[in-house]
């Protein structure tokens, strides 16, 4: 019983040691966020599983007992079915080593449980703690399930009901432990990327306000010489001209104000509008820029209300539209809709242009990433997240290479408002 318990122990704490190794092995490895995470995965889980193998103990004459399957069904949960096949690949490899009928065993056993914990990762990821709890206990308790099954079959001696009891502690107790050491090192890992994050925003904000500072006082000045000579102007194609011209200096303007409100965020000309009329608003400002691009913009809006600084909220949208439209330079569709989901404004703006990476859509919104190249700084949807943000609303991408971009975004719905617009209508229709 003793070398049964050091046995555990030693195997307990490998597993221990491997969850706690995986943002240390994460530092050296590729500078890809999702890749990064999910190869640190395989890494840990991987020694863990070859050095409880290693550290197996016996239990009895015919039997060798490790906590291989830890590891195994941890690392495919958190890292999906490709980690999975991975470790499968580790497991059944080094388990050949030893050799004996428990291969067999192992091969079927193994395959099951990467199947079982491939199936559920997603939902086991988008789970809170006790589910995920719950459901990594259900498949560790498959494993001594199918091992007894199969040695009831092939007649060959199996554990005591001592030692079932302990393996089912050992998997329970060690379950609840390994997941929330798991979970405290995921949200360690977020808090040190959004505190970096956060680093670079301020740092990007000082700046973006400096140079925003500098150029408000040359457009100033332009701005007053085609005052003058607008007045002197009596051609009213060329005046027509002005008018154009002074557009665009104002949202110029308006542009500046929101790169200064990176450094310094402001809360005035908080009105409620309608997410409709600004849209249409926008569309009719980026329609020639369409037209040139050969893009047909639809849409299918309704008039949904909320608040926030109706500037602020065109000019995120101009930012992502106009993306969307430069990434389609042979032409192609966009389509924009609004509607109500969950009590909340969803607006989607999606194109059928050249797509994004898994890689460039986590960067989007980072200080100097930009996928124009030179071309870009990558502030404008920094500056649009932060808008989105300060309307308490956020920004989700979904994208595909050569298949196109959609932006989601979604915002507080002023209830009050939509509900007396509805009655409204309905007492015209009446």
Same mark, same amino acid.
């Given at each position: 019983?003793?070398?049964?318990?050091?046995?555990?122990?030693?195997?307990?704490?490998?597993?221990?040691?491997?969850?706690?190794?995986?943002?240390?092995?994460?530092?050296?490895?590729?500078?890809?966020?999702?890749?990064?995470?999910?190869?640190?995965?395989?890494?840990?889980?991987?020694?863990?599983?070859?050095?409880?193998?290693?550290?197996?103990?016996?239990?009895?004459?015919?039997?060798?007992?490790?906590?291989?399957?830890?590891?195994?069904?941890?690392?495919?949960?958190?890292?999906?079915?490709?980690?999975?096949?991975?470790?499968?690949?580790?497991?059944?490899?080094?388990?050949?080593?030893?050799?004996?009928?428990?291969?067999?065993?192992?091969?079927?056993?193994?395959?099951?449980?990467?199947?079982?914990?491939?199936?559920?990762?997603?939902? %086991?990821?988008? #789970?809170? !703690?006790?589910?995920?709890?719950?459901?990594? $206990? +259900?498949?560790?308790?498959?494993? =001594? &399930?199918? *091992?007894?099954?199969?040695?009831?079959?092939?007649?060959?001696?199996?554990?005591?009901?001592?030692?079932?009891?302990?393996?089912?502690?050992?998997?329970?107790?060690?379950?609840?432990?390994?997941?929330?050491?798991?979970?405290?090192?995921?949200?360690?890992?977020?808090?040190?990327?959004?505190?970096?994050? %956060?680093?670079? #925003?301020? !740092?990007?904000?000082?700046?973006?306000?400096? $140079? +925003?500072?500098?150029?408000?006082? =040359? &457009?100033? *000045?332009?701005?007053?010489?085609?005052?003058?000579?607008?007045?002197?102007?009596?051609?009213?194609?060329?005046?027509?001209?002005?008018?154009?011209?002074?557009?665009?200096?104002?949202?110029?303007?308006?542009?500046?104000?929101?790169?200064?409100?990176?450094?310094?965020?402001?809360?005035?000309?908080?009105?409620?509008?309608?997410?409709?009329?600004?849209?249409?608003?926008?569309?009719? $400002?980026?329609?020639?820029?369409?037209?040139?691009?050969?893009?047909?913009?639809?849409?299918?809006?309704?008039?949904?209300?909320?608040?926030?600084?109706?500037?602020?909220?065109?000019?995120?949208?101009?930012?992502?539209?106009?993306?969307?439209?430069?990434?389609?330079?042979?032409?192609?569709?966009?389509?924009?809709?609004?509607?109500?989901?969950?009590?909340?404004?969803?607006?989607?703006?999606?194109?059928?242009?050249?797509?994004?990476?898994?890689?460039?859509?986590?960067?989007?919104?980072?200080?100097?990433?930009?996928?124009?190249?030179?071309?870009?700084?990558?502030?404008?949807?920094?500056?649009?997240?932060?808008?989105?943000?300060?309307?308490?609303?956020?920004?989700?991408?979904?994208?595909?290479?050569?298949?196109?971009?959609?932006?989601?975004?979604?915002?507080?719905?002023?209830?009050?408002?939509?509900?007396?617009?509805?009655?409204?209508?309905?007492?015209?229709?009446?």
């Amino acid at each position: 019983m003793e070398v049964e318990v050091q046995g555990i122990l030693v195997n307990v704490l490998i597993i221990f040691l491997g969850q706690l190794s995986i943002p240390i092995v994460q530092n050296f490895l590729i500078d890809n966020k999702k890749i990064q995470y999910k190869l640190s995965i395989f890494v840990a889980s991987s020694i863990s599983i070859i050095l409880c193998m290693t550290f197996a103990f016996p239990i009895n004459d015919h039997y060798l007992y490790d906590l291989r399957y830890v590891p195994l069904i941890l690392g495919t949960l958190y890292g999906g079915y490709r980690v999975g096949i991975g470790l499968f690949v580790v497991l059944v490899t080094y388990r050949l080593f030893f050799g004996g009928i428990g291969i067999i065993i192992t091969f079927f056993t193994t395959i099951i449980l990467v199947a079982f914990a491939s199936l559920l990762s997603r939902k %086991f990821l988008n #789970s809170r !703690t006790s589910i995920k709890v719950v459901l990594t $206990i +259900a498949l560790l308790h498959i494993t =001594p &399930l199918l *091992t007894g099954i199969i040695y009831l079959i092939t007649h060959l001696p199996y554990l005591s009901l001592n030692q079932w009891i302990v393996n089912a502690a050992t998997f329970t107790i060690g379950s609840v432990i390994l997941i929330y050491l798991t979970e405290l090192i995921h949200k360690h890992t977020l808090l040190k990327e959004q505190i970096t994050h %956060f680093e670079k #925003s301020v !740092t990007v904000s000082h700046l973006a306000a400096s $140079i +925003a500072h500098e150029i408000r006082n =040359p &457009l100033t *000045t332009i701005k007053g010489f085609l005052q003058i000579l607008f007045v002197k102007e009596f051609d009213e194609k060329r005046r027509s001209y002005y008018k154009t011209i002074f557009s665009e200096l104002e949202r110029a303007e308006h542009i500046i104000h929101d790169y200064l409100t990176l450094a310094k965020p402001q809360n005035d000309d908080i009105i409620l509008f309608d997410t409709k009329a600004e849209l249409e608003k926008t569309i009719s $400002i980026l329609t020639p820029l369409a037209k040139k691009n050969k893009v047909n913009i639809s849409t299918q809006l309704e008039s949904l209300y909320t608040k926030g600084n109706i500037q602020q909220f065109v000019q995120a949208l101009i930012n992502i539209i106009k993306n969307g439209i430069e990434a389609m330079p042979n032409g192609g569709e966009m389509m924009i809709q609004s509607s109500i989901e969950n009590n909340k404004i969803k607006l989607s703006i999606c194109d059928t242009g050249v797509g994004l990476t898994k890689d460039q859509v986590q960067k989007l919104g980072q200080p100097y990433f930009s996928t124009k190249g030179d071309k870009g700084t990558g502030l404008g949807l920094m500056v649009t997240f932060n808008i989105i943000q300060s309307f308490g609303g956020r920004v989700s991408v979904e994208s595909e290479v050569n298949k196109g971009t959609c932006f989601v975004i979604t915002l507080p719905l002023e209830e009050h408002i939509q509900d007396s617009l509805s009655e409204v209508a309905s007492e015209l229709k009446q």
